[in-house]
């Protein structure tokens, strides 16, 4: 069975640009959720999806959005792109209950760079 | 507010030699506790969790972990370290209910032959 899949695996962005990123979660699997990882930090929660609703956000913007569609693949979209997005994007699975941080499976992620 | 400190940046190990990571946590009660291993260009992976029950928990990769709540502790251990053990580690808390997870800052294991 394929594990979590993310596209692109890398991406270069320009400052005020516009930038979506894509997760397939494990079959099966109904809750999505989406980390930030700073080089040299771990990783910040930004949002959980469960059954295509938004279950949980971080500390972050309103540049930050999300969804999740009904075959449960996600997408975060991060507008006005500033030069402190630049990290590491990742997505987690997290099985077919709502409480689903009692095991998440992690993509290899998204390396976001903006110049 | 929650939070994960682990203390130790990185850390070096000869290849066989016993290991110990540290990680301290803030919370005002037993939250669910995680150590997870990245390793370069690479998500992610779980190496065990406490959840409640016996305190000394045991992982894959022949990692364990034991909580300590007189310490707010949950340290990472391993008898004998191997050179693919060589990763960044993520110690990390989830409080009851929540459905995100809280990471420490990580400490990078570096395996010398």
């Known amino acids: 069975d394929a594990g979590v899949t993310q596209s692109p695996t890398h991406l270069i962005k320009t400052r005020g640009q516009q930038v979506t990123l894509r997760c397939s979660p494990i079959s099966g699997h109904k809750s999505v959720s989406w980390y930030q990882q700073v080089l040299g930090q771990g990783p910040q929660f930004i949002f959980q999806y469960y059954e295509k609703e938004e279950r949980g956000r971080g500390n972050f913007p309103d540049r930050f959005s999300a969804r999740q569609f009904p075959n449960y693949s996600s997408e975060l979209n991060v507008n006005a792109l500033l030069l402190g997005d630049s990290a590491l994007y990742l997505c987690a699975s997290g099985g077919t209950g709502v409480a689903t941080n009692e095991k998440l499976f992690f993509g290899s992620g998204t390396q976001l760079s903006v110049l | ?113």
């Open chain 2, 1 to 113: 507010a929650q939070s994960v400190t682990q203390p130790d940046i990185h850390i070096t190990v000869s290849e066989g030699a016993s290991l110990e990571l540290r990680c301290n946590y803030s919370y005002g009660a037993t939250p669910y506790l995680f150590w997870y291993v990245q390793s370069p260009g690479q998500g992610l992976q779980l190496l065990l969790k406490y959840f409640s029950g016996d305190t000394l928990v045991q992982g894959i990769k022949g990692f364990e972990a034991e909580f300590k709540r007189s310490q707010s502790s949950f340290n990472l251990r391993k008898p004998s370290v191997h050179w693919s053990d060589a990763a960044e580690y993520f110690c990390a808390v989830a409080p009851w209910g929540a459905n995100n997870l809280f990471f420490g800052t990580g400490t990078r294991l570096t395996v010398i032959p």
